[in-house]
């Protein structure tokens, strides 16, 4: 079976990493090989980028056009290095975050014009565009109060968790605009029900690449 690139994206606190890790076991379980990765990440670089962007280990502000060109640059290094290696392989690759993160958290939310930006998003990912992705949608109000409640907060404090309420929302409705323009790529799961209602969602949306 030819192996898939499937992203999840959403705001803060939408589930996205708890399903992953569900969608990989039941793929792993019908004996697919899965590679899980996270954005910025899955490389030294996107490793190093991720505590410069998020967690502001310089210290310094960083404006949108900045960080449109860290994430990218990770962006297509993670494509070259990992992801096209392994979609050639047969392999399935489930992203947690990737392009779309960029156009509405420096786009839509973040200010930078979205011509230029898509320009920059495509020459990073290349023909490693996503075969489906899953945006979890959620009340940014919710997701913000998951997250806070998060038990172990594994990623340590967040740049964008802490920016406003405002942007949060520019974030979601930039979501679901990139959401109405591609409905070919994109499948919008409500992700204010039970875990494990959410879970038979997103399988029943990845039933057309598994049967
Ligand atoms: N369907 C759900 N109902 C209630 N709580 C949930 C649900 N899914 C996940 N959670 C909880 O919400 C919190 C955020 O979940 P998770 O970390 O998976 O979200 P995320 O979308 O990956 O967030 P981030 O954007 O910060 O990475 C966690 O504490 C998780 O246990
Ligand atoms: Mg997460």
């Given at each position: ?55 502001d280990?310089?210290?310094?502000a ?14 297509r ?32 939310a ?18 490693c ?32 968790e ?50």
């Open positions: 079976m030819k192996g898939r690139f499937i992203t999840f994206e959403g705001p803060e606190g939408a589930g996205k990493t708890t399903q992953i890790q569900g969608l990989a076991r039941r793929l792993e379980g019908l004996g697919l090989r899965v590679i899980l990765l996270r954005e910025p990440g899955g490389t030294a670089l996107g490793e190093w980028v991720r505590n410069v962007v998020k967690h280990a310089t210290g310094e960083l404006d949108g056009v900045t960080e449109l060109f860290l994430f990218c640059a990770a962006r290094h993670l494509v070259e290095r990992v992801i096209a290696p392994a979609l050639d392989a047969g392999q399935w690759v489930i992203c947690d975050r990737f392009l779309d993160s960029t156009a509405v958290y420096q786009g839509y973040g200010g930078v014009a979205l011509g230029v930006l898509n320009e920059v998003n495509r020459l990073a990912v290349g023909r565009m996503p075969d489906r992705t899953l945006l979890m949608d959620l009340d940014v109000g919710v997701g913000l109060r998951r997250v806070a409640g998060r038990a172990s907060d594994r990623d340590g404090a967040d740049s964008f802490a920016r406003g309420l405002a942007f949060h929302q520019k974030v979601r409705e930039g979501y679901l605009d990139l959401a109405a323009r591609d409905p070919k790529r994109f499948r919008v799961i409500r992700a204010d029900r039970p875990t494990e209602v959410v879970a038979a969602d997103i399988w029943e949306r990845l039933r057309d690449y598994v049967a």
